[in-house]
């Protein structure tokens, strides 16, 4: 429950209670943001989204200690003119609508252009216009491939940080070719931070740019068959996580062996609250937020997963726990990867003193044991359904 102390922030000053539109409250990030705020906070937030699935706990009962300080909307910002009238009403707008799963940016790289660059537009238009604080979510995708992977297989250049670890402001964007559609995502988000730090520089625009490097936690995504489709294809969490809960292996695409970090969900979300309550400090600034000590393979989180899995669930693991499979097996045609993503932390550091704290193991653990209470017994039920028919 919000505290009854007044708030302050990185300066000491009183943090005054806020009405934030927060667009895309429904999705994974945002249900894990609209419960710290309504927990920990006085703010007030518009949830925007066309599902509230995942924050239905927050909205009902009546009773609940924040009733009456969070108000769902359900629009879809791509039609919509409520959404300006929200946007004027808020003191600050969150947006974090987009379409961000890797299957659909080579199958449908349409929507994922339209989704994350055109549909954004208007958000900024309103803002820009209205003298409203944006914070805009990114991605760590707009680094693309590291530098280092050009490099000879063999070049002790690889071994330099100064070729892989990922600056906001050195770093450049390496993208494939346009007939690799894996990057039309990238290249949308890459075009929207653009104008966005252009609004900033030419009209005063009040702005953040967050970009996440692998956020990861209980309600991210869905499980094929069970809350979401059962061709779909969710970020690797929720792929590994379906495998486990079938008894299947996990599927290594192209040999799993790109490298991501990891970051727990809470410890990210405690970065965007500082955002929120230090404008002064976050204001102008692009901000990776990630976990550097991380790092692993896919093959090796898949292994990782498989043993996490085994012990919260108490059963053990199956025989061939993985198997490698082509990309253009798994993603289809025009699939490409980043190699490896390892976030400089100096800026949001300096600017905000933010440090992630949990290991992956230990994220991994409170995930898991989160997919298993929630998902094995449907997934039991799913599996025995079609043998009694
Ligand atoms: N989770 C990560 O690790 C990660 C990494 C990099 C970037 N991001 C960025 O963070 C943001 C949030 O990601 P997430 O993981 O919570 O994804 P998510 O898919 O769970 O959430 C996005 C939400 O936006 C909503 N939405 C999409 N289009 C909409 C529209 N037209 N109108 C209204 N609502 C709409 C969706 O319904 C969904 O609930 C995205 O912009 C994503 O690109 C996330
Ligand atoms: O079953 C699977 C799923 C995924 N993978 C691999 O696992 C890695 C991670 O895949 P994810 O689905 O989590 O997505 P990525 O890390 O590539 O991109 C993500 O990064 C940042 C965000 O902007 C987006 O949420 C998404 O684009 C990729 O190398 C992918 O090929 C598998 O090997 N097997």
Redesign the pocket.
């Known amino acids: 429950m919000a505290s009854t102390t007044a708030r302050l922030d990185l300066d000491g000053n009183t943090i005054n209670p806020m009405t934030i539109c927060m667009?895309?409250a429904?999705?994974?990030?945002?249900s894990h943001l609209c419960e710290k705020l309504m927990q920990e906070t006085p703010h007030t937030v518009l949830a925007?989204?066309?599902?509230n699935d995942?924050i239905k706990h927050l909205l009902e009962p009546d009773s609940l200690p924040w009733a009456g300080r969070i108000q769902f909307h359900r629009?879809?910002?791509?039609n919509d003119s409520r959404l300006e009238g929200l946007i004027k009403c808020s003191d600050l707008t969150i947006n974090?609508?987009?379409?961000?799963?890797p299957a659909d940016y080579n199958t449908r790289p349409l929507d994922t252009i339209y989704?994350?660059f055109i549909?954004a537009l208007p958000v900024l238009k309103y803002c820009s216009e209205n003298n409203k604080r944006l914070i805009h979510?990114?991605?760590?995708?707009v680094y693309g491939k590291t530098i280092g992977s050009y490099l000879p297989k063999d070049s002790p250049l690889r071994q330099d940080p100064a070729y892989y670890i990922l600056k906001e402001d050195v770093s450049p964007c390496i993208f494939g070719s346009v007939e690799k559609q894996r990057w039309s995502y990238a290249c949308a988000?890459q075009l929207i931070e653009r104008l966005i730090y252009a609004e900033g520089a030419e009209n005063g625009l009040e702005f953040t740019i967050v970009?996440?490097?692998?956020?990861?936690g209980p309600r991210?995504?869905f499980i094929p068959g069970i809350d979401g489709p059962s061709e779909g294809v969710p970020?690797v969490l929720a792929c590994f996580s379906n495998n486990l809960l079938r008894r299947e292996p996990l599927k290594l695409v192209d040999g799993g062996e790109s490298q991501r970090t990891f970051v727990y969900i809470k410890d990210a979300i405690e970065a965007v609250l500082l955002m929120i309550e230090n404008p002064g400090r976050a204001s102008g600034h692009i901000f990776n937020v990630g976990n550097p000590n991380n790092e692993v393979t896919v093959r090796q989180l898949a292994e990782m997963m498989t043993k996490v899995y085994s012990k919260v669930s108490g059963e053990d693991s199956i025989e061939t726990p993985t198997i490698d499979v082509s990309s253009k097996e798994f993603y289809g045609e025009g699939y490409d990867d980043s190699d490896k993503r390892i976030p400089d932390m100096t800026i949001i550091n300096k600017q905000l003193g933010w440090n992630p704290k949990t290991s992956l193991w230990d994220l991994l653990e409170s995930t898991l044991t989160y997919q298993h209470k929630t998902y094995a017994e449907a997934i039991k039920q799913a599996i025995a359904k079609p043998l009694a028919n």
Do not use: H
């Open positions: 667009i895309g429904g999705g994974f990030i945002g925007v989204d066309v599902y995942k629009l879809n910002i791509k974090l609508a987009a379409i961000c799963t989704s994350n549909d979510f990114s991605t760590c995708e988000k970009r996440p490097f692998n956020w990861i991210m995504d970020r």
